[in-house]
């Protein structure tokens, strides 16, 4: 479990090279802003600076201080990248970190009669749900690689899964603490 003050940015990949490069899976977007935050850290408090990086096709290869060569990139490898919440720029008033809304109650939003016809075929979590009912709780945010994947916990504490694009996201009350999603996209 992480801490509620720090917020996941990425995590490092194996090893690259024989000068102490890692891979580099950012979190963030765009995903070169990871390099523009600071202080970097590991979960246990370690502090990460990153000397050099450099985009490849699946992430960014990083050399960072304090590893010199293949053993000590090495070291680093499945690590994750997290920075204290505190050091993060603010926000718009439209936009949120996806680490702020964990806890936010999650809503489905009501389907017109001529919309009926797409839920009758999904999964089984979304035929237990009728229109307008808070689904859960958002716990988490996962991605598997096609992208982000909201994590609500329902009232009997099973995990419903909510693709995080703005199709399926309707509105966020931050003042209320609540989300209004879209109905037919909850797997």
């Known amino acids: 479990m992480t801490p509620d003050n720090l917020v996941l940015l990425a995590k490092i990949g194996r090893a690259h090279g024989l000068r102490g490069e890692c891979y580099l899976q950012s979190h963030t977007t765009p995903a070169e802003a990871v390099f523009a ?21 699946n992430g ?10 293949r053993n000590a990139a090495s ?18 008033a439209n936009q949120h ?9 999650v809503v489905a939003t009501p389907i017109a009669p001529d919309d009926k016809n797409k839920t009758a075929s999904t999964a089984e979590p979304l035929s237990q749900v009728s229109a307008g009912q808070t689904i ?3 716990v988490g945010f996962t991605n598997y690689g096609a992208g982000d994947i909201m994590v609500i916990k329902n009232h009997q504490g ?9 199709s399926s996201i309707i509105k966020i009350i931050t003042a ?3 989300i209004i999603v879209a109905q037919e996209f909850l797997l």
């Open 75 to 92: 070291r680093l490898t499945n690590q994750e990248v997290f920075i204290k919440r505190q050091f993060l720029p603010a926000t718009a």
């Open 158 to 166: 099973e995990e419903v899964f909510l693709p995080w694009q703005a």
């Open 97 to 105: 970190y996806q680490h702020d809304l964990v806890g936010f109650a």
């Open 176 to 178: 209320e603490k609540k």
């Open 37 to 57: 935050l600071r202080p970097l850290q590991t979960k246990n408090g370690t502090e990460l600076v990153v000397e050099k990086w450099r985009p490849t096709n």
């Open 136 to 138: 859960g709780q958002v």
């Open 60 to 69: 960014f290869l990083v050399l960072w201080r304090g590893a010199a060569d």
